[in-house]
């Protein structure tokens, strides 16, 4: 960091890295667009430094990329700390593109913006601690987001809606708490041609708000992070308000099931049978598979929709943790084109994609069940290996269409590393690949709009 030159207080040299890498190459077989992430994680690391010397107006060189270099500056200084006294807290920084552009390049930098602060949307919502964000106040939220775009319809369904629509699924979960569960229902419509069935892309976000295992109970230690529990809904939701401001011509539907998964006297049990809404009979083996069981009913409820394709995002399992660590989502999809159009996007974005099995080795393991159909954890012949894809296995007997994909994000629910351009906390991926998903097919489809 140099002082005083060229009329800035404060100037913070960075490296780009030492080999000339043309725009858009991969580059290790790393399967991502390595000099735009290269410039993310250059003006990443200057724009900390500059918060962290309490320097809160900067000005950003775009390094040749200005739409990731909106995205590192954004992205890597954002704190959730309003719950800390002001003298705790970092700086809140004013970053501003240094060569004032006009034109394309403005745009991009304006586009580098919204995707940035829309994972930082989902981040704040990811942090807050579950006794303030509830169902219910997360559903306030969604509206708060929502309300000023006037081509967004957000409904709030209660209890008694799930009941007439049959989702014992869902309401299974919920029945442990004393929170009431709430299934939001927004819909952002940005085509000439109203109900556009080959516009339409359904996003299902898991919102369990806090997940204790129910009486599966969790271990104690790290417990608290299952406040994050409602990752899926947290980018799901941050993703629609993205499409909103950028104006896409698709229609984009985000159905999102809330609850708690807590322990009280009318808490579900481990053998408990239900029914869930397409009439399939679940056996309730593991609480702690809970994400599961609301998705079902969300996914079955997708349906009405007619849409092109149906995306749910979850933090569903701990072993895609194990197989992928915080590397890249977990992807499992009947479709080989849905799934080269998610790759595409995350290799754009650098927030990867992996794919991953959905055999029918899977299906029958949840399907080994003695009181119902299908069992929410595979069998016991089964249940020490294979448990991301034996929960995608069981999502699958509620989806409808065969365009569909389960991203599964519990090992990039958080950054533990803190390095890139990403501190230590709750990460908000994949918010960006998700957003450059709908960019891309929305750039796809003009026609249909």
């Known amino acids: 960091m140099l002082h005083n030159v060229g009329g800035y207080t404060a100037t913070c040299l960075v490296g780009l890295d030492k080999r000339d890498i043309p725009i858009g190459a991969d580059v290790d077989n790393e399967h991502l667009d390595v000099a735009a992430e290269n410039v993310r994680k250059a003006t990443g690391a200057g724009c900390q430094l500059m918060q962290n010397n309490k320097i809160s107006d900067v000005d950003v060189d775009p390094c040749g990329n200005y739409m990731a270099a909106a995205e590192g500056s954004l992205l890597s200084t954002f704190s959730f700390d309003e719950l800390k006294a002001e003298s705790k807290r970092r700086c809140k920084m004013n ?34 601690p579950a006794n303030i964000l509830t169902p219910t106040n997360f559903a306030d ?22 009941l007439e629509e049959k989702m014992a699924a869902f309401l299974s979960v919920s029945q442990g ?27 299902v976000g898991k919102g369990v708000t806090f997940d204790s295992g129910g009486l599966s109970l969790k271990p104690a230690m790290n417990m608290g992070e299952m406040r994050a529990d ?25 159905l999102i099931p809330l609850t708690e998964n807590m322990v ?66 977990g992807v499992f999809s009947r479709s080989s084109s849905l799934w080269r159009d998610l790759q595409t996007a995350g290799y754009q974005t650098g ?28 069998s016991a012949s089964a249940m020490s290996a294979g448990g991301a894809c034996t929960a995608a296995a069981f999502l699958s007997n509620f989806v409808e269409t065969e365009n ?27 918010t960006r690949t998700l957003i450059q998903y709908i960019v891309n097919y929305a750039n796809q489809h003009k026609n249909h709009a």
């Open 264 to 329: 009280n006297g009318r808490a579900t049990r481990p053998s408990d049978v239900i029914r869930a809404r397409n009439g399939t009979t679940i056996q309730i083996d593991n609480t702690d598979a809970e994400g599961r069981l609301i998705l079902a009913d969300a996914l079955s409820y997708s349906a009405i929709y007619q849409p092109d394709s149906v995306i749910n995002v979850a933090t569903l399992t701990g072993a895609i943790s194990v197989a992928l660590g915080e590397g890249a989502t």
């Open 141 to 162: 939220r969604a509206i708060a987001e929502l309300e000023d775009f006037s081509n967004v319809k957000i409904t709030i369904r209660d209890k008694q809606w799930a």
């Open 351 to 378: 927030d990867r994609l992996w794919p991953m099995p959905l055999f029918q080795l899977y299906r029958d393991h949840i399907s080994e069940c003695h009181l119902a159909d299908v069992t929410n954890t595979a």
């Open 95 to 128: 970053i501003r593109e240094f060569s004032n552009s006009v034109g394309d390049e403005n745009e991009k930098w304006k586009m580098g913006e919204i995707y940035a602060k829309s994972q930082n949307l989902a981040r704040e919502l990811m942090e807050t």
């Open 404 to 430: 569909w994909a389960h991203l599964d994000i519990a090992g990039v629910m958080s950054s533990k590393s803190g390095g890139s351009y990403l501190r230590k906390g709750m990460s908000g991926r994949p």
């Open 230 to 254: 409602m990752g899926g809904a947290a980018v799901v939701i941050s993703t629609l308000k993205a499409v909103a401001m950028l104006k896409l011509p698709v229609r984009l539907v985000v």
């Open 177 to 203: 708490s004393d929170e009431p569960p709430v299934f939001v229902e927004a819909e952002y419509n940005g085509c000439s041609r109203m109900n556009e069935s080959t516009n339409t892309i359904v996003l």
